[in-house]
T-cell receptor
């Protein structure tokens, strides 16, 4: 069966510091991968999606970036965090020919 | 701007009752519809998906889709306190190269009272 991991689970970072969040998927190959952010009281915002290694599409212009160095690894990064980057970051995967998305446990980021 | 609309709630129902959650969407070309359950502080969990007009039943859950009215609903029969959560409706994006992407509503908070 497929499993999706995210780490760290929680993170407190000062404004201006860098960020690296990691997501890995097990039990499937060539998944579509997604990064979402869920801010307090707001809906899920799609940040990036990837259909393959090195292929990244951005949905929202911001100070975040994403990379997919391996088939089942997706990384979310920032060089300098802003207060507005606080939120619940969720990674999700879907099969190559499926719209069903499955979420990882998430990373709760607080920027202070 | 493609949109998915849900009543934010809270929707409060007594234990054992039927909870009815509703969702409307703006893109008439959308083909795939999903319901996620999100407990407080946790990530969303896929509980139902429906692709064809009509009803789809899975245990205590029934998803209903009416593409002509651009309306999808989730019925929870015999509601339990453990069903208390926020329910997110999602619809596939139907534009450009993003057809695999989902557009989420902001969710309806359900509270089931013992």
């Amino acid at each position: 069966s497929q499993t999706i991991h995210q780490w760290p689970a929680t993170l407190v970072q000062p404004v201006g510091s860098p960020l690296s969040l990691e997501c890995t998927v097990e039990g499937t190959s060539n998944p579509n991968l997604y990064w979402y952010r869920q801010a307090a009281g707001r809906g899920l915002q799609l940040l990036f999606y990837s259909v393959g290694i090195g292929q990244i599409s951005s949905e929202v212009p911001q100070n975040l970036s994403a990379s997919r160095p391996q088939d089942r690894q997706f990384i979310l990064s920032s060089k300098k965090l802003l207060l507005s980057d606080s939120g619940f970051y969720l990674c999700a995967w879907s099969g190559d020919n499926s719209y069903e998305q499955y979420f990882g446990p998430g990373t709760r980021l607080t920027v202070t | 701007q493609k949109e998915v609309e849900q009543n934010s709630g809270p929707l409060s129902v007594p234990e054992g009752a039927i909870a009815s959650l509703n969702c409307t969407y703006s893109d008439r070309g959308s083909q795939s519809f999903f319901w996620y359950r999100q407990y407080s502080g946790k990530s969303p969990e896929l509980i139902m998906f429906i692709y064809s007009n009509g009803d789809k039943e899975d245990g205590r859950f029934t998803a209903q889709l009416n593409k002509a009215s651009q309306y999808v609903s989730l019925l929870i029969r015999d509601s339990q306190p453990s069903d208390s959560a926020t329910y997110l409706c999602a619809v596939n994006a139907n534009y450009g190269g993003s057809q695999g992407n989902l557009i989420f509503g902001k969710g309806t908070k359900l509270s089931v009272k013992p």
